[in-house]
């Protein structure tokens, strides 16, 4: 069956939010307390299923349309905090990259179904939001 007619299918690309980042999490307890965040609202919400954190996984939506996530987590609220970021691939996210003094990579989220990889994703330490444009 292909991938959009199967409806499995998002639960086998996301599916590296429950292994990876648990391990990764568990691997850099310093980073424990910071918010989960990506720039689409697919990413947080899935984490928010899979790992139930302690703060809410949002959508920053930089450069992307408003979502749920903007009214209960307005930019000015977030101006200043340290984030853990989801990115699809390996790259740190372009409309992100201007938006915080700093990013680090902290690991690979290898997402696979039947022993092949469906989908990645990148996990990463930023500091220091500045919010929207």
């Not at 989801?86 to 290898?110: C, V």
């Not at 022993?115 to 500091?127: D, F, I, P, Q």
Request: charged share 25%; aromatic share 12%; proline share 5%.
């Amino acid at each position: 069956m292909k991938t959009k007619n199967d409806i499995t299918s998002r639960y086998y690309e996301y599916g590296a939010f429950k292994e990876d980042l648990t391990r990764i999490l568990s691997d850099n307890p310093d980073v424990g307390q910071r918010r989960i965040v990506a720039n689409n609202y697919q990413i947080p919400s899935m984490v928010n299923l899979y790992q139930n954190p302690a703060r809410e996984a949002i959508c920053l939506s930089v450069g992307y349309h408003e979502t749920l996530y903007s009214f209960h987590y307005p930019t000015e609220s977030l101006v200043g905090e340290n984030f853990l970021v989801i990115s699809e691939g390996t790259k740190f996210p372009g409309a992100l990259r201007s938006r915080f003094e700093e990013y680090s990579p902290l690991g690979a989220l290898e997402s696979k179904r039947r022993g092949k990889t469906v989908r990645m994703h990148s996990l990463w330490k930023a500091n220091n939001y500045f919010g929207k444009e």
